[in-house]
């Protein structure tokens, strides 16, 4: 038995370079839902093409209710919809996730890449684990680590794959676009991305071995915002403290509590942001 969980985002899929792209309700959002569609499905046939016996899919962008479930290879299933224990990557607390693949991510807060941003869109400027920068792949192939699963797959731009070789060296990384600016991207056709992440997958299943999960180690969270008024606002969170006039910075046990704890601040962060001003 080998099981797969794909965590699927959307700003690193085929053809989405724009906001809009990936906004639920917009047009261009639901022109680009059968592209992220195209995309997992190519995943879930790559990895039973490989060897896998169980690909459960986690949907992991905003409403988190995007994928196409008739239009979802019938293999897999489908884990859709919000407020999940472990967001992004729920599922692999179950313990018998044998590797995690990351389809559609993008690069964190700060740094280069198509739509780059860390949980929220804008307000973050950046996420720092224990002094390193970290973008929503470091961050959730940490909490992944401590369940013993491995990432063996990542899709998105070509800032994403480069960024992926930090926490995931050994995963194939499939480039679908490559980044011109945070809103352009020079695109491959979907029949294109299809091949090269089926292909990706496939290889990828060798790398599905559950290891013994990471020993639990405390981490420090930093995270800095775009304004003052913002780092008042997470430091409401019990523990997290503010270390300057936009950055805070909590330490947790686990990542698994570092990840619930980010998400706690991001929620009342994103309630704190006015309409013009931020």
């Known amino acids: 038995m080998t099981r797969i969980l794909v965590s699927a985002d959307m700003?690193?899929?085929?053809?989405?370079?724009?906001?809009?792209?990936?906004?639920?309700?917009?047009?261009?959002?639901?022109?680009?839902?059968?592209?992220?569609?195209?995309?997992v499905n190519a995943a879930i046939a790559g990895f039973f093409d490989g060897g896998a016996t169980e690909v459960l899919v986690n949907e992991a962008h905003m409403t988190m209710r995007n994928l196409l479930l008739e239009q979802l290879d019938d293999r897999a299933q489908l884990l859709t919809g919000?407020?999940?224990?472990?967001?992004?990557?729920?599922?692999?607390?179950?313990?018998?996730?044998?590797?995690?693949?990351?389809?559609?991510?993008h690069t964190g807060a700060g740094d280069e890449g198509v739509l780059a941003h860390t949980y929220l869109g804008n307000s973050l400027t950046g996420?720092?684990?224990?002094?390193?920068?970290?973008?929503?792949?470091?961050l959730n192939s940490l909490v992944a680590a401590e369940y013993g699963t491995p990432v063996v797959l990542v899709t998105g731009d070509d800032r994403t794959c480069a960024d992926a070789r930090g926490y995931a060296p050994d995963a194939p990384a499939v480039a679908v676009k490559?980044?011109?600016?945070?809103?352009?991207?020079?695109?491959?056709?979907?029949?294109?991305?299809?091949?090269?992440?089926?292909?990706?997958?496939?290889?990828?299943?060798?790398?599905?071995?559950?290891?013994?999960?990471?020993?639990?180690?405390?981490?420090?969270?930093?995270?800095?915002?775009?304004?003052?008024?913002?780092?008042?606002?997470a430091a409401i969170v019990p523990g997290v403290t503010q270390t300057g006039p936009r950055r805070v910075a909590y330490?947790?046990?686990?990542?698994?509590?570092?990840?619930?704890?980010?998400?706690?601040?991001?929620?009342?962060?994103?309630?704190?942001?006015?309409?013009w001003y931020g």
């Open 82 to 105: 919000r407020h999940k224990d472990l967001s992004m990557v729920e599922g692999v607390q179950r313990g018998d996730v044998d590797g995690i693949a990351f389809v559609g991510y």
């Open 127 to 138: 996420v720092f684990v224990d002094g390193v920068r970290a973008g929503e792949g470091l």
């Open 11 to 39: 700003e690193g899929a085929t053809g989405v370079t724009w906001p809009a792209d990936c906004l639920p309700g917009t047009p261009e959002w639901q022109r680009c839902r059968p592209m992220l569609t195209s995309d």
């Open 178 to 233: 490559d980044y011109v600016s945070r809103y352009a991207a020079v695109c491959r056709t979907p029949a294109r991305t299809a091949a090269d992440i089926h292909a990706g997958a496939a290889k990828a299943v060798a790398l599905a071995v559950r290891r013994p999960p990471a020993a639990p180690r405390e981490r420090t969270v930093e995270i800095e915002f775009d304004a003052e008024h913002l780092a008042g606002a």
């Open 251 to 275: 330490t947790a046990p686990t990542m698994y509590e570092g990840i619930r704890c980010f998400k706690a601040v991001t929620t009342l962060v994103s309630a704190a942001v006015e309409e």
